[in-house]
Nanobody, 113 residues
Framework: VQLQASGGGLVQAGGSLRVSCSASGSTFGRAVMAWFRQAPGKQRELVARISSTGVTYVTESVKGRFTISRDNAKNTVYLQMNSQKPEDTAVYYC????????WGQGTQVTVSS
C-alpha cells in the first residue's frame, strides 16, 4: 500500500486547512486509519484516527478543532484543521492506527503567529 498525503501549506494562526491522504490497494476500507504529525525535534505523535465505520478519536490537544473523516470509495482520509495554532506546525502523515503501512512523505503544515 502506498500513501500520499497532500494539502499542507502555510496558514495564519486561527486559520483552517484540510489535508488529504490517498491510499492504493484494496485493504484501505477495512483499516482503522489515522493521522500523525511530527514537529522538528519531536517524536511522531497520533493526532486522530477513524474506524472503517466512521467512529473517530482525536487527541486532547486538537479536540474541538480537528476533524478526521474518510471516503472509502476514494480510498482517502481527510483531516480538517480549524482554529490552528503555531504548535500545530509539523509534517502530517497518514497510516493505519497501528502504523502497518509504509510511511509516505507526509505534508508540511506551517502555522504562523
Amino acid at each position: 500500500v502506498q500513501l500520499q498525503a497532500s494539502g499542507g501549506g502555510l496558514v495564519q494562526a486561527g486559520g483552517s486547512l484540510r489535508v488529504s491522504c490517498s491510499a492504493s490497494g484494496s485493504t484501505f476500507g477495512r483499516a482503522v486509519m489515522a493521522w500523525f504529525r511530527q514537529a522538528p525535534g519531536k517524536q511522531r505523535e497520533l493526532v486522530a484516527r477513524i474506524s472503517s465505520t466512521g467512529v473517530t478519536y482525536v487527541t486532547e490537544s486538537v479536540k474541538g478543532r480537528f476533524t478526521i473523516s474518510r471516503d472509502n470509495a476514494k480510498n482517502t482520509v481527510y483531516l480538517q484543521m480549524n482554529s490552528q495554532k503555531p504548535e500545530d506546525t509539523a509534517v502530517y502523515y497518514c497510516n493505519t492506527a497501528t502504523r502497518s503501512f509504509s510511511w509516505g512523505q507526509g505534508t508540511q503544515v506551517t502555522v504562523s503567529s
